[in-house]
């Protein structure tokens, strides 16, 4: 039967304490019930969550694949409870220095202040901060219990020990048992008078100095006595020193003993370890989440907060314009009532009249000239160069011979641009205009033009005249496209317009930012030369056994932000060509990739591409969700298995095909299920 990653590794930190020694070689599974019965009550969580059998069937397991017996083999089975980081690594280091620091400093003013002096721990408390489970601390009790246990049988180590070579000694003193002298006393007295024994006496194999062997004791007793609490890996080091003490002095009983309970305290201290590692593990990738929904909140709020401002803007500037016009309506009736005067005032109240008798102002031209803009543009740069001497008095895109506030009084009668960049153009110049808009007037479909003459004509006024905001609504009424641009020598639906990015420098340079940056290119993968073809066409790159291509828009790869790689005719040897040649796109933001899953293994094979991607352009991590990877399941739609790329760490996904009733949900190698939202994507591959 198979158990999930995470159902075994809970298994193995829960019960790894209990299956040490002779039990680690337990494989009946009578004998292992037994013994997960005998401590029941210590893991009663996990039992009520697993249940009894199902933990049973795991201990069983690891135990016939001898995890419990060897770390070699648990590191293979569970690495990720072996594994940190080079920050947490330091940071335990850190942790560790200061914890032992702390305890040195107590331990010198304590000798500064004599034995019977009061110890008073004056150190401020740390900094409150994120927590951290290291240094790793045993319970008080246990550390107290170990410590005074042991600083006992060196005492009496110490006392069995003057019985049989320091006898004058005990006498002198009237020492008659171990509990008589404590143990840095024992120690000072046995470090003066060993050179005076026989060399029989000693037993000191180690290089280690025979003072040092007497002497580092000190500290476990000053730890008992003061009631001072250490780190587990500083209590270990303590039962060593006693070790090798208790050797030192010839008592292997109690220098056996002492290695037992140091070699216990080590396996303990080893498995408190592995469960640190596995909760900050678990605690970064969490905080990992939500540090990328903080982020994705921030900009959420930055975003409705620039909203707010800019509607406000709009609304003052909207409403600042009809006070304008309100002025303008106002003075000009209280006034003398001149021919201009008498000549508007017929205008307004009778347009219609106005037009029939061909007394127009010369601004009601700008209809015929904003719909020769794309004629001028499709012109080539020779014909306008010609044409400069035309371009400063009447040319309709880069020399439109009429002001800002002119642009804005036109209205055609049936207008087109229905939510399109020319609309929003000219409904916000038109009202900026307008002396006194009528309610007709704001509609789309209005078939009346209302028209006021706010002033003459200035023929020398320029398209680079026109404040920039107007000319990047122009741009992008002429180069933006809603769906994916496929890049082709024979079909191209924005190449009549190109011919403006030629016009001067300026020009092409606000231009190719919307033609590049605003648009999503789609690259082909079938035929096989047509991946090529796009940076043939927008660079100047030469690609193996293709033929070389100069763009007629100069080098735009710096500019392309975003690309989009459908299904049609791609495989994963393709998808691998197409991916690397995203190098020569140094600014892509966004990427969207559709492929065909016919198989399990074929779609872990994509993503596993896709991942590679993710983890060698760090420009996709910075914008978060611009990475789009989608399956597709028929001609109009597909699965988004986008979470698969951003994940960490990277776990396998299959998706589930036996239930009718979840077709579209996938599981991973740890049993964890997630629906894939299902989205439009109709192929749309120009033939």
């Not at 020492?175 to 120690?187: F, G, I, N, P």
């Not at 080590?266 to 640190?276: A, C, F, T, V, Y």
């Not at 001028?376 to 008095?393: D, E, F, H």
């Not at 307008?434 to 009346?448: F, G, I, R, T």
Request: net charge neutral; hydrophobic share 35%; aromatic share 8%.
């Amino acid at each position: 039967m198979a158990y999930s990653s995470a159902d075994k590794r809970r298994v193995f930190l829960a019960y790894r304490t209990v299956f040490i020694g002779p039990h680690a070689q337990i494989r009946k599974s009578k004998k292992v019930k037994e013994v997960i019965e005998q401590h029941k009550n210590s893991f009663k969580p996990l039992i009520k969550d697993f249940g009894f059998d199902h933990v049973a069937e795991i201990v069983k397991y690891l135990l016939d694949q001898r995890v419990f017996e060897s770390e070699l083999r648990a590191k293979i089975a569970f690495p990720e409870l072996f594994q940190t980081s080079q920050a947490r690594d330091i940071q335990r280091t850190a942790s560790e220095n200061d914890a032992a620091r702390s305890v040195a400093e107590a331990l010198e003013e304590l000798a500064s202040t004599g034995e019977r002096g009061e110890y008073e721990n004056d150190l401020e408390p740390a900094a409150k901060g994120s927590p951290s489970l290291y240094p790793s601390y045993l319970p008080y009790k246990a550390q107290h219990i170990i410590l005074t246990t042991v600083q006992r049988q060196l005492e009496e180590c110490c006392f069995d020990y003057a019985v049989k070579w320091l006898p004058s000694l005990l006498e002198e003193q009237k020492w008659d048992c171990a509990e008589a002298v404590e143990l840095t006393k024992w120690t000072r007295i046995l470090a003066k008078r060993c050179d005076k024994l026989p060399a029989s006496a000693i037993d000191n194999d180690s290089e280690i100095p025979l003072e040092k062997v007497f002497f580092s004791t000190n500290v476990l007793r000053h730890t008992a006595v003061h009631r001072l609490s250490t780190t587990a890996r500083a209590t270990y080091d303590m039962i060593q020193s006693a070790s090798r003490l208790a050797q030192t002095l010839g008592d292997h009983t109690r220098a056996a003993e002492l290695e037992n309970l140091q070699l216990e305290i080590g396996s303990r201290i080893r498995d408190m370890e592995l469960n640190k590692n596995f909760l900050e593990n678990r605690l970064d990738e969490q905080l990992q989440v939500i540090s990328e929904q903080r982020a994705e909140l921030d900009r959420k709020e930055k975003e409705a907060i620039a909203t707010m401002l800019q509607d406000d803007q709009e609304n003052k500037l909207l409403i600042g314009s009809f006070l304008e016009d309100a002025v303008k309506i106002t003075f000009r009736r209280l006034g003398d009532g001149g021919p201009g005067a008498s000549k508007n005032k017929s205008m307004v109240e009778n347009p219609e009249s106005a037009e029939e008798s061909g007394d127009t102002p010369d601004y009601q031209e700008f209809g015929a000239r904003l719909s020769g803009a794309k004629r001028y543009c499709a012109k080539s740069p020779r014909t306008i160069r010609r044409q400069q001497g035309i371009l400063q008095r009447s040319c309709p895109i880069p020399s439109l011979g009429i002001s800002p506030l002119l642009l804005v009084t036109v209205k055609t009668p049936k207008s087109n641009y229905r939510g399109g960049t020319m609309g929003t153009l000219e409904s916000n110049l038109y009202l900026g205009s307008v002396s006194s808009p009528s309610p007709e007037l704001l509609k789309p479909s209005s078939s009346k033009c209302i028209t006021h003459q706010v002033r003459p004509v200035d023929p020398s006024l320029g398209f680079l005249d026109i404040p920039r905001e107007i000319r990047d609504e122009i741009y992008g009424f002429l180069f933006h496209s809603d769906s994916p641009i496929y890049p082709s020598n024979s079909r191209a639906g924005i190449s009549p317009f190109t011919s403006l990015l030629r016009t001067n420098k300026q020009i092409y340079a606000e231009a190719v930012e919307v033609l590049y940056g605003s648009n999503t290119f789609q690259i082909r993968g079938d035929p096989a030369w047509k991946s090529v073809e796009l940076l043939n066409l927008v660079g100047t790159q030469t690609r193996n056994d293709y033929t070389t291509f100069r763009s007629q828009v100069c080098l735009g790869r710096h500019h392309l932000k975003r690309l989009y790689i459908p299904s049609h005719g791609i495989g994963l040897d393709r998808l691998k060509h197409i991916f690397s040649l995203l190098k020569h796109f140094p600014n892509l933001e966004y990427l969207e990739v559709v492929y065909l899953g016919l198989s399990p293994k074929l779609d872990m094979d994509v993503v596993s591409v896709c991942r590679l991607l993710w983890d060698r352009r760090p420009l996709f991590a910075n914008f978060g969700g611009n990475f789009v990877l989608r399956k597709r399941i028929n001609y109009y739609q597909a699965e988004d298995v986008s979470w698969m790329v951003r994940e960490r760490p990277y776990t396998n996904w299959t998706r589930i095909v036996e239930d009718e009733n979840r077709l579209h949900v996938w599981k991973n190698s740890d049993g964890i299920e997630r629906l894939a939202e299902v989205v439009d994507a109709p192929q749309n591959i120009p033939e």
